[in-house]
């Protein structure tokens, strides 16, 4: 079992920046791919990041490349979500994501672990 903790939400103004953190507990063993995905109200779920086992590989989402960061400690039982340049648009539920295999931005029914989420609020 995996568990996923998520922290770092909160409301800031566009612009404005905010980190996000997962921690991951249990039988993680520094091999899963962890990630990234948002929900909007009335919004389909979207995938926003992941990153592969090793580090080596990321992957985000067109709305937010060049303004967020993936990245994870030397443990890799921690993933970090760096956010910059907030706009509105960018307010949802963010979920943090595990699983042994990286299933992609566009497929998150795949992934076997989630955190319960935290809220990021953009405000003009």
């Known amino acids: 079992q995996v568990q996923l903790a998520e922290s770092g939400g909160g409301s800031v103004q566009a612009g404005g920046s905010l980190r996000l953190s997962c921690a991951a507990s249990?039988?993680?063993?520094?091999?899963?791919?962890m990630g990234w995905f948002r929900q909007a109200p009335g919004k389909e779920r979207e995938g926003v990041a992941q990153?592969?086992?090793?580090?080596?590989?990321?992957d985000y989402a067109d709305s937010v490349k060049g303004r967020f960061t993936i990245s994870q400690d030397n443990a890799k039982v921690t993933v970090y979500l760096q956010m910059n340049s907030l706009k509105p648009e960018d307010t949802a539920m963010y979920y943090c994501?595990?699983?042994?295999?990286?299933?992609?931005?566009?497929?998150?029914?795949?992934?076997?672990?989630w955190g319960q989420g935290t809220q990021v609020t953009v405000s003009s």
């Open positions: 249990g039988s993680t063993y520094g091999r899963n791919c």
């Open positions: 990153i592969y086992p090793g580090g080596a590989i990321t």
């Open positions: 994501v595990a699983d042994r295999a990286c299933w992609g931005l566009r497929r998150a029914s795949q992934y076997n672990y």
